[in-house]
């Protein structure tokens, strides 16, 4: 097996594992009947993203991108069925779910029907990819400013921030390999953000337990 193989399966098999943090929430919505806590936006924005790289997948006529991103749109899908079954605000649900496949029917048409085949099609496309995942690894930086100024990272999923850690570095190894920026830029930030993530956990959960765990008396 060379090098390209085994990152090809290490980007499978992280990939396959961070989709599958999903899971815990899919246990909590059956077993409280309920969808309390739990945001519904993420898994809609991945699953979009998760089809766009299917389509590059798809174009680029690579393997590993189709496969990982096949698994990981049918949990979305998953997941958002479940949802739409608990939610209390099914309206507001599907009335964004409707609106997200409306972007995916209006991205397709725009890209089978107004860009030529080829490198045009292939390079537009990578590059709204990238830019819908890098905004999706950005955009939580905003709550880890909330956790720095109060100390609590009870909100961070200690197993999903690993997860994300391995699939972003295996997925910059591959693209490196194939020399496809598409794939390297993208997910660059995932490393960062799991890096400083991993920071916290390791700050405050320190702190935490230098801490008396008495209360003092009051006098």
């Not at 994300?164 to 190894?173: Q, R």
């Not at 830029?185 to 230098?210: C, D, E, H, M």
């Amino acid at each position: 097996m060379d090098l390209l193989q085994l990152l090809s399966w290490a980007c499978i098999v992280f990939t396959v594992g961070m989709f599958s943090t999903g899971l815990s929430d899919l246990k909590k919505m059956r077993e409280s009947k309920s969808t309390e806590n739990i945001q519904f936006l993420p898994f809609l924005t991945t699953c979009l993203n998760n089809l766009g790289w299917l389509y590059y997948g798809i174009l680029k006529k690579d393997q590993t991108i189709t496969l990982v991103n096949v698994i990981g749109a049918c949990l979305q899908v998953v997941y958002i069925i479940m949802y739409l079954k608990y939610t209390n605000q099914k309206r507001l649900v599907m009335s964004e779910t409707l609106a997200a496949g409306m972007v995916l029917v209006g991205g397709w048409f725009y890209f089978s029907m107004f860009l030529p085949e080829g490198e045009t099609r292939l390079s537009q496309l990578g590059l709204t990819c990238s830019v819908v995942t890098v905004s999706m690894y950005l955009s939580p930086l905003t709550d880890l400013v909330k956790i720095v100024r109060s100390g609590d990272v009870q909100c961070l999923s200690f197993p999903l921030t690993v997860a994300t850690f391995f699939t972003s570095t295996s997925w910059v190894l591959y693209g490196l390999q194939l020399n496809d920026n598409y794939i390297v830029v993208p997910n660059t930030p995932g490393i960062f953000t799991s890096l400083l993530r991993l920071y916290l956990f390791w700050k405050f959960a320190s702190v935490k337990q230098s801490s008396p765990s008495y209360k003092s008396m009051q006098i």
